[in-house]
């Protein structure tokens, strides 16, 4: 299996090169998994436990004092899920409420109607800036294995592991 995964968009790290190991190593464990839901929740989990990464053990505390967790999950098929602002909760990804309902999608649309994946992820990353004056990132990882990715802030790093 081929797994894609960024560490968030947003300012350059302290210790890039801890924080790629930790990506490839999440990508790794994703790879290992049978199916790509799994991957996501391996993968995921993986930098949840990882505090130099805003999730789980490492997101930022919010302005009540109060840590709380997000997460998200999109399908192949159409279906998304999301889960936040849950106190004491490291692995947001493994709700159960992850993938009960259906979300467009348009970097992957995108993707489906014949764009490559970098300017599927470009184009996203535009609207995105147009639509909302802030800063992002986004993957995508095409039926064929190539990847895209492009973010407006000013880094994201990105891994990926598995079948190319």
């Avoid at 994703?30 to 805003?54: I, W, Y």
């Avoid at 106190?87 to 467009?104: K, N, S, T």
Wanted: proline fraction near 4%; glycine fraction near 14%; hydrophobic fraction near 40%.
């Amino acid at each position: 299996m081929h797994v894609l995964a960024h560490g968030g968009a947003g300012s350059a790290p302290d210790n890039p090169r801890t924080r790629r190991e930790s990506l490839r190593a999440a990508t790794a464990a994703g790879a290992d998994t049978g199916t790509p839901k799994t991957a996501v929740v391996a993968t995921v989990r993986h930098l949840e436990s990882d505090p130099q990464f805003n999730a789980g053990v490492g997101i930022a505390v919010q302005s009540d004092g109060t840590i709380r967790t997000d997460a998200g999950l999109m399908t192949g098929d159409g279906t998304a899920g999301a889960a936040c602002a849950m106190p004491g909760v490291e692995h947001a990804v493994e709700v159960e409420a992850i993938a009960r309902f259906g979300l467009a999608r348009r970097a992957v649309a995108a993707v489906e109607d014949g764009a490559a994946p970098a300017g599927a992820a470009g184009e996203t990353i535009e609207r995105f800036a147009a639509e909302t004056g802030g800063t992002a990132g986004v993957i995508v990882l095409g039926r064929s294995g190539t990847t895209g990715e492009a973010h407006n802030a000013e880094a994201m790093q990105t891994a990926t592991h598995g079948d190319q």
